[in-house]
């Protein structure tokens, strides 16, 4: 993440000592650059952020790293999924038990996605027609070889850490998903802390309106 533009710019003029602990944390995160570029879109696009000048910044350099739209549409896709999270979280605290009625659907989301998940159980016994639409859904990121499982995991490691999420159990998840899938420790590191710039954006959203509060400007 490069700290660009006039915002940074009036940064670095105040208060330089500051601006040089940002541009050293932005430099921190060690991964591959289009990889990196990837992650940044997934944790721009998810729907718990959804930061429109992030997103166009980083799908601007993902395709100056050599990304096709092919990868950043199956980028955006698996971002996507993070709504079924609202699922996720309030289906056991319906307390409701019930035995699975579609064993075909459990055998094939275990097909397309290779994990099976507790949680399932109980959205499957409860709604199989929903578990059914998620599936199809879910799986669209996954035909093809686009992007490969260890970037899939890696993109929902990154928008499941993310400080506008926090999605422990899904995290945890795909730790294990991306480390069967050949993902190092550094590399699930490098991609948290990649996860971790959007702080970042607290100074670009917030210095524009200051700057412009100082100088007396109108809405």
């Given amino acids: 993440m490069n700290l660009t533009g006039r915002t940074w710019q009036a ?4 208060d330089p000592e500051f601006f040089a602990a940002c541009a050293g944390l932005a430099a921190a995160p060690t991964l591959a650059p ?18 429109v000048p992030g997103l166009r910044r980083h799908i601007r350099r993902a395709l100056a790293e050599g990304a096709d739209a092919a ?19 309030g289906v056991p605290m319906l307390g409701e038990q019930g035995g699975i009625t579609r064993p075909d659907l ?17 959205v499957l016994a409860l709604d ?11 799986s669209a990121p996954w035909r093809g070889d686009t992007l490969g499982p260890k970037v899939r995991e890696l993109v929902y490691v990154a928008i499941d850490a ?13 730790i294990d998903n991306a480390r069967a ?26 210095v524009p309106i200051l700057l412009a509060e100082l100088a007396g400007d109108d809405d």
């Fill in 11 to 14: 940064v670095s003029k105040s």
């Fill in 34 to 51: 289009k990889l990196r570029e990837l992650v940044a879109i997934a944790v721009n696009a998810s729907a718990t952020h959804l930061h």
């Fill in 71 to 89: 990868e950043i549409m199956a980028v955006l896709q698996l971002t996507s999924v993070v709504g079924v999270h609202a699922v996720a979280v």
């Fill in 106 to 122: 459990k055998a094939e989301f275990i097909a397309r996605r290779g994990y099976w998940d507790p949680v399932w159980e109980q």
């Fill in 128 to 138: 199989p027609g929903y578990f059914a639409a998620y599936l199809e859904f879910s």
């Fill in 162 to 174: 993310s400080a506008t999420h926090m999605y422990a159990p899904g995290l945890k998840v795909h």
């Fill in 181 to 206: 899938h050949g993902a190092t420790t550094a590399e699930i590191m490098a991609v948290l802390e990649v996860a971790s710039l959007i702080g970042l954006q607290t100074i670009e959203v917030a």
